[in-house]
């Protein structure tokens, strides 16, 4: 294989051209694949493997210039979210607009990550996808997307029951009521850290378990398993973005709510809650970006 300082990005139009193909790629485990797994034979380079997070973040911005359909996929969601938001779309009757609202944020949350870790895909094995193509696999695998969610979902909040359960036992045994014997803020400060801890760990483990289902086509619980291993390797790399993603979000929402402390900037609060959010959301497909290449530089190694 000839080496390259990074892996082409071929510009492709929203619908993609004639050097995409219209086969979204596969990348499973080695043990996963039927044949040869070298990077050689799936077609990536190594130079894709042992990008740094900084030069992620920097392929994934030339990336969305070369699939203009991301930040057009993206922009028409957010757009919807923003008149629902604004109500701006009042003439719907209210159960309507709750529909819409929780079709919204599927897509924007599971749908454009999914098309979004697609295409990376297809950039990374030198195969790149058609916008048809991408939303057709997005879409093929919104079944093992709802079972991956729905688990996501039990598990981060009975894990945490059940081990936080031993601690309602204990206090049941013990006479006297928590509250009264260390008092309400330790009582409640003890809660919470013992109920957000495991409900953090386990997002963190199941985190890529969405970019396992698309683009490894595994079934929800395989996905589980391979997210489990990712973010065990790569968990400085995921746990450095991770950081990077809250800090955009907190740095574009906070000021929306910074106005209100003074009465001349009041009337800019509508105006800059619009821009933040959605600067803010747009920002989180680069990060779906980033998700989607650690997961296929993991799997691959």
């Not at 936080?164 to 850290?193: N, Q, Y």
Request: charged share 15%; with cysteine; proline share 6%.
């Amino acid at each position: 294989m000839s080496e390259h300082t990074d892996a082409p990005i071929r510009r492709t139009s929203i619908g993609g051209d004639a050097t995409a193909c219209d086969v979204a790629p596969t990348i499973k485990a080695r043990d996963d694949v039927d044949g040869c797994g070298c990077l050689e034979c799936r077609g990536i380079e190594t130079t894709a493997t042992r990008r740094s997070v900084f030069d992620t973040l920097v392929w994934s911005v030339r990336l969305f210039r070369s699939y203009p359909s991301i930040v057009v996929f993206a922009g028409v969601i957010i757009l919807a979210n923003r008149l629902l938001e604004t109500d701006s779309i009042d003439v719907l009757p209210m159960p309507a607009i709750g529909v819409f609202e929780t079709l919204a944020a599927f897509a924007f949350v599971v749908l454009i990550r999914a098309y979004v870790g697609t295409i990376v895909a297809g950039e990374l094995t030198g195969d790149p996808v058609t916008g048809r193509e991408g939303l057709r696999r997005s879409l093929a695998r919104t079944p093992a997307l709802l079972g991956v969610i729905a688990l996501t979902v039990l598990s981060v909040m009975t894990v945490p029951f059940l081990l936080f359960f031993p601690f309602f036992v204990l206090a049941a045994l013990i006479p006297g009521t928590p509250v009264e014997m260390v008092g309400f803020p330790v009582v409640a400060a003890a809660g919470g850290i013992a109920f957000a801890v495991p409900f953090l760990f386990v997002l963190f483990k199941f985190w890529f378990a969405l970019e396992a289902c698309v683009i490894g086509q595994y079934g929800p619980l395989e996905s589980f398993r391979v997210s489990w291993r990712l973010t065990t390797n790569y968990r400085g790399k995921f746990v450095f973005i991770g950081v990077l993603a809250i800090g955009s979000a907190l740095s574009f929402y906070l000021p929306t709510y910074l106005p209100e402390m003074g009465t001349p900037s009041v009337p800019l609060h509508p105006v800059l809650g619009v821009l933040s959010s959605s600067v803010g959301e747009l920002l989180s497909v680069l990060w779906a970006s980033a998700y989607a290449h650690i997961y296929v530089q993991g799997i691959v190694s």
